[in-house]
């Protein structure tokens, strides 16, 4: 008998940290999440067929989420691949061309059609990216409410 309680210990102590393990799952690793959406502009106009970043800075710094503009210049970022959304707190936001070219964008005729194809002349696209187009962007917004509707407005 002795045998069999020694046995059992054995399983209990090796199949508890495996049971505490599992019930951490399914949380994102970098705290809460928000489902976000809104409009993004340029100087007023809608900005359609990019991509939009939100990159977590400050004491919450980790995963980036990103999601696609539409034809109208909406965006919806409410599941992103095991990350639900967002990380909550505070975020710097950039925009990015989807299109990927044969020559990189390098050539005057691929960056024309990635700027009609964001609805924007070859000078606004190139401004825009020089702008709001890498992590170095000065546009930032919170992220607080679960779910959250934040407009872009870029100028």
């Known amino acids: 008998m002795r045998y069999c309680s020694d046995a059992l210990r054995v399983a209990v102590l090796v199949t508890l940290p495996v049971v505490f393990t599992l019930a951490g799952c399914g949380k994102s690793e970098y705290g809460a999440t928000a489902r976000v959406s809104g409009k993004v502009t340029y100087k007023g106009k809608p900005v359609p067929n990019m991509l939009i970043n939100f990159m ?21 970022m409410d599941e992103e691949g095991d990350l639900k959304g967002v990380i909550m707190g505070h975020h710097k936001v950039y925009i990015t061309a989807p299109a990927t070219t044969i020559d990189g964008g390098t050539s005057k005729a691929s960056k024309k059609a990635i700027a ?9 696209f190139l401004e825009l990216r020089n702008k709001y187009g890498s992590e170095d962007t000065k546009y930032e917004v919170d992220v607080t409410t679960d779910p959250q509707v934040i407009d872009i407005k870029l100028e």
């Open 56 to 76: 977590p800075v400050g004491a919450k710094e980790g995963r980036p989420s990103w999601g696609t503009i539409d034809g109208s210049g909406n965006y919806k």
């Open 116 to 124: 009609e194809a964001a609805g924007l002349t070859p000078e606004e």
